[in-house]
């Protein structure tokens, strides 16, 4: 047990005997507030050990920064967290160290803001890659943190292609902090134009949503010819066409006529030719 230091919150009273019942240090208190608590450090070995104590995430000062404690002893050390002026009303998150012979244990710290609090959830850049991978960015807008959920529905030439209802994802966003990610599409199509909505929500904050836009040519699709060639090129004019309808739509014009797709033909002749 040489060097094995143990850390926990120290029970309600600083009473004697190991902390129990409380997994993380809980702090509450407004902006310009100095919020007090106390870490107790125990030595289960049978000789003196030196530990180290330092805080990260929040502005934090213990009354020692090193503490000698005896064989199969405790030692509670107070410490004081500032919240400044400009902390944001909100939950914030940050630990507490303890550190001897090159083995540290850390212990959480929430500390919980008064004042407003806004759950707010936006999701950007999102992309979808010719594998059918989709790119995205969930950023925390708001004050507290979010648990976020996550949908996809795509909708092809011919109709829906993709629906995947809402389900958590295994994170969670702290207040400012942005995270990327790839959802898998194992199956996208081999030829279409496709219009992808991403939903992101979060408990208490707005739903968050945005588009991407992709036509799918696979290589096979390509080498089959002229058939697979016109196929493909109206696909991409009917995504540029729905683009300019959605376009109109947020003009408040009327959509333009999209004209036949003569010089579709042509390319495909061209390249009937040039197999023959």
Not at 12 to 29: D, F, H, I, K, S
Not at 34 to 55: A, F, I, M, Q, Y
Not at 111 to 127: N, W
Not at 231 to 243: F, I, V
């Amino acid at each position: 047990m040489l060097g094995v230091v143990a850390a926990a919150p120290a029970p309600p009273g600083w009473t004697a005997g190991a902390a129990q019942g409380r997994p993380y240090v809980y702090l509450e208190g407004a902006a310009g507030s100095v919020l007090e608590d106390t870490l107790s450090v125990t030595n289960p070995g049978p000789k003196p050990l030196t530990v180290r104590l330092s805080g990260q995430g929040t502005p934090l000062a213990f009354a020692a920064r090193t503490v000698t404690v005896p064989a199969r002893t405790r030692a509670d050390v107070p410490f004081a967290v500032t919240v400044t002026a400009d902390t944001a009303p909100g939950e914030h998150r940050g630990t507490v160290s303890a550190e001897a012979g090159g083995r540290a244990v850390r212990v959480p710290v929430h500390l919980r803001v008064s004042g407003p609090s806004l759950a707010a959830l936006t999701v950007e850049k999102v992309r979808l890659d010719g594998s059918g991978t989709v790119h995205y960015t969930l950023v925390n807008r708001g004050n507290t943190v979010l648990a976020p959920s996550l949908s996809l529905r795509a909708e092809g030439v011919r109709g829906t292609v993709l629906d995947r209802a809402a389900r958590a994802l295994p994170l969670t966003l702290r207040p400012g902090e942005r995270i990327t990610r790839t959802e898998p599409w194992p199956d996208p199509p081999a030829l279409d134009s496709v219009t992808l909505d991403l939903r992101a929500t979060a408990p208490g904050a707005p739903a968050a949503a945005a588009r991407a836009e992709r036509v799918f040519v696979s290589g096979g699709a390509v080498a089959a010819g002229a058939g697979a060639l016109l196929a493909a090129a109206g696909a991409a004019a009917a995504l540029a066409a729905r683009r300019r309808r959605d376009r109109a739509v947020d003009r408040h014009e009327m959509p333009v006529e999209e004209p036949q797709l003569a010089n579709v033909v042509d390319v495909v002749d061209v390249a009937a030719g040039a197999d023959r």
